[in-house]
């Protein structure tokens, strides 16, 4: 019998994640803490993190639901809008509460409707966020409603994030879940490194905008931004196994209700927690750049950031024959079901648990 070829590497970070509060987050939770050391965690509660306050009352609700073998660091994020309190913001950072602060353009996504409705009304925040040298974590997408869908990143990237970093030259910026080459050559071309950096998921990676109508229309694959066509996949594939330091894990684990996503008007955002590093790792194996798969995972984020690389490790292994992942759906404490991505498509590698749930 040969030996399994296996992969380790620095236990990785996940610099986007969703947790929600109350019972999704004692279900999901143990999923993240179990392959990531530390996450950075999205505001967009139904009732968001808007001030310090309520970002020390979220973090406090997810150490207490951390059990007792897990060591996980929250990351914690604040939800800008329109009223965000600057002093409120300084306070929260330079006491290390905060570590971001969040722009969701209003309505671009999942609980967006308080988000800043004109870049122009955060002037002050962003200017004292470049003076305190607090990250600024972007969903780049306009929510114009002329502009076709699939357009509303690279319109973004023209019309607000160009002229922000002409303003803001010194401004620390993460342009989230990035979906199209549009993104990959704008952030190529224009970094200084350690200025702007960009997070790729594993669902944009594995899959292009055929997978929302593959045998009729696939509610689980629904995620904003929105999947795109395969040569913006193949643009971010790309970019995240170049092993270039401005490119990083966020895996946008985004757990919804089953009976959510499957409804009218569905819910945008998938549960990839379980399967996320399986599914990054099938990506870089694919394109022969599995030698830079601890660059993406574990080293580039923490260098972008200026954070310690983690001590711990963590080891997957290849499988004989590719499968689906068992794990196809979770429950919460309720009993309700949110289903696992990927779900249909086989991934030849699994992490080797150390605390098997
Ligand atoms: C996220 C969510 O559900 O909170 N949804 C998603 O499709 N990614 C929000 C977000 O990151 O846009
Ligand atoms: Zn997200």
Redesign the pocket.
């Known amino acids: 019998m040969t030996m399994p070829q296996t992969i380790t590497i620095p236990k990785p970070d996940d610099w986007h994640l969703?947790l929600r509060d109350g019972d999704i987050l004692k279900a999901v939770l143990p999923y993240t803490a179990a392959h990531f050391a530390r996450a950075v965690v999205?505001p967009?509660l139904k009732l968001p993190v808007t001030t310090t306050e309520r970002a020390i009352a979220y973090r406090d609700q997810i150490t207490q639901a951390l059990s007792e073998h897990m060591t996980f660091a929250p990351l914690m994020t604040l939800y800008l809008t329109d009223e965000t309190n600057p002093n409120d913001l300084t306070r929260g950072y330079e006491d290390g509460v905060l570590f971001a602060a969040k722009l969701y353009p209003a309505g671009a996504?999942?609980?967006s409707e308080s988000g800043v409705t004109e870049i122009q009304n955060i002037t002050s925040i962003l200017d004292r966020l470049q003076r305190l040298g607090m990250p600024l974590l972007i969903?780049g997408e306009v929510t114009d409603p002329t502009v076709d869908f699939f357009d509303r990143e690279a319109v973004f990237i023209d019309r607000v994030l160009r002229p922000l970093r002409r303003n803001f030259p010194e401004l620390k910026i993460v342009m989230?879940?990035i979906t199209t080459q549009a993104a990959v050559e704008y952030i190529t071309s224009e970094s200084p490194y350690g200025r702007l950096g960009a997070t790729i998921t594993p669902h944009h990676l594995l899959l292009n905008r055929n997978a929302l109508f593959d045998g009729g229309i696939q509610p689980h694959h629904f995620?904003?931004p929105v999947l795109k066509r395969e040569k913006d996949r193949q643009a971010i594939i790309l970019a995240a196994t170049s092993g270039a330091g401005m490119f990083f894990a966020g895996t946008?684990s985004?757990p919804?209700l089953k009976a959510d996503k499957e409804r009218s008007h569905g819910?945008?955002?998938?549960f990839s927690a379980p399967h996320a590093l399986a599914t990054y790792a099938e990506i870089f194996d694919q394109a022969g750049a599995l030698d830079r798969l601890a660059n993406f995972l574990s080293t580039n984020g923490p260098a972008f950031y200026g954070l310690p690389v983690n001590a711990a490790t963590l080891t997957l292994e290849k499988l004989e024959t590719p499968a689906v992942p068992d794990l196809k759906s979770i429950l919460t404490p309720n009993g309700a079901e949110i289903v696992t991505f990927p779900n249909e498509t086989p991934l030849s590698w699994r992490v080797i648990e150390k605390h098997p749930l």
């Open positions: 969703h999205m967009n996504t999942t609980n969903h989230e879940h995620c904003l946008d985004a919804h819910s945008g955002g998938i």
